[in-house]
T-cell receptor, first 109, second 115 residues
Framework: GIQVEQSPPDLILQEGANSTLRCNFS?????LQWFHQNPWGQLINLFY???GTKQNGRLSATTVATERYSLLYISSSQTTDSGVYFC???????????FGTGTRLQVFP | EPEVTQTPSHQVTQMGQEVILRCVPI?????FYWYRQILGQKVEFLVS????????KSEIFDDQFSVERPDGSNFTLKIRSTKLEDSAMYFC?????????????FGPGTRLTVL
């Protein structure tokens, strides 16, 4: 099956800093989603981005499908950005999302 | 904005008991999913459901698990005889289209604790 690797595993930032999270996947995909899991365990959908670039406020994401990676950019980080960020992909001919192991982000004031 | 809802938010049960986790997907969505996350681990796919039948299931989804859409709005996951290792957060998700064509929206989860 498709392997999904995320880096870095942990990231500690001061409020206001920028960061880039990376997701590598081992095969071609027709869906890629980024999620934020908040401290209460809820999975918040950030982006549906199988290819291209999208932006939503301080967050943006880019997926280069031909090179099998996606990047999530967080600018001017806030303490509320803390949590775990997951990348998940869906291969062709399947309906299941395969999740990476996540990046745990901690933002301190 | 429409959202997926799940009940209960927490469930505590004794080993060997049956539990039913309930989900209300977004109303115009046709594809439904269950995932689980053991504490501290990544989210794992359990099963997908479309047109009143299972379309795909993982190795985790063995005979003790079943899913049902008992009416036009609810989608349930039943665990017949719970084990300690079933303790996890269970997420329901739904999407308008399948095959990766649409976003899968996740509910807030049910935290299941098996004692």
């Amino acid at each position: 099956g498709i392997q999904v690797e995320q880096s870095p595993p942990d990231l500690i930032l001061q409020e206001g800093a920028n960061s880039t999270l990376r997701c590598n996947f081992s095969d071609s995909v027709n869906n890629l989603q980024w999620f934020h899991q908040n401290p209460w365990g809820q999975l918040i959908n950030l982006f549906y981005i199988p290819s291209g670039t999208k932006q939503n406020g301080r967050l943006s994401a880019t997926t280069v499908a031909t090179e099998r990676y996606s990047l999530l950019y967080i600018s001017s980080s806030q303490t509320t950005d803390s949590g775990v960020y997951f990348c998940a992909v869906e291969g062709w001919g399947t309906d299941k999302l395969i999740f990476g192991t996540g990046t745990r982000l901690q933002v301190f004031p | 904005e429409p959202e997926v809802t799940q009940t209960p938010s927490h469930q505590v049960t004794q080993m060997g008991q049956e539990v039913i986790l309930r989900c209300v997907p977004i109303s115009n969505h046709l594809y439904f999913y269950w995932y689980r996350q053991i504490l501290g681990q990544k989210v794992e796919f359990l099963v997908s459901f479309y047109n009143n039948e299972i379309s795909e299931k993982s190795e985790i989804f063995d005979d003790q698990f079943s899913v049902e859409r008992p009416d036009g709005s609810n989608f349930t996951l039943k665990i017949r005889s719970t084990k300690l290792e079933d303790s996890a957060m269970y997420f329901c998700a739904s999407s308008e289209g399948g095959g990766g064509l649409d976003t899968q929206y996740f509910g807030p989860g049910t935290r299941l604790t098996v004692l």
